[in-house]
């Protein structure tokens, strides 16, 4: 019978542990929403936003677009800007970079910004090996109708470029 017992204890222990852990994960991946208004664009996936007087820096999750250094990078940020700058947003975020910046998905009047940007060519869907990323399909149109910067048959992925060349920040 003690035998029994030390077993069920271990298994009850056990079971309050994966408990305790799933838990846990549950809570660190609640997604948050917040509105705000952009204020700033800084390049192609990286903007300013003012919710309720505070104003945060946003990381657009899901694509990459090239740094303003790159070719297409200055492009990329002109037709983000031309979109968002001064106009009602929502996000949906999970967490902030190492960076600071929060992570976000961001939609304008229930469009997704990412989604677009890859769509209209001035971004990459953010994939990684054999995973194309959430806007695989985006990107994939985009480069066969040539638009923005897959209309140039060197257009690097800025993952690559930083690689090489670094932050055009640093």
Known sequence: MKRLSRKWNA???VTAAL???SAALAAKNVEHVKNGV???VVDGDTLWVDVAGTVLKVRITGMDAPEICQHGGREARDALRSRVLRQGVTLTYQRHDDYGRMLARLQLNGDDLGRWMVAQ???WSYGYRKYPGPYGSEQQHAQSMRLGLFASSGAENPRDFRKRHGSCFR
């Open 19 to 21: 408990l305790l852990q």
């Open 121 to 123: 060519g001035h971004a």
């Open 11 to 13: 298994l009850m222990a």
């Open 38 to 40: 952009v204020t700033r």
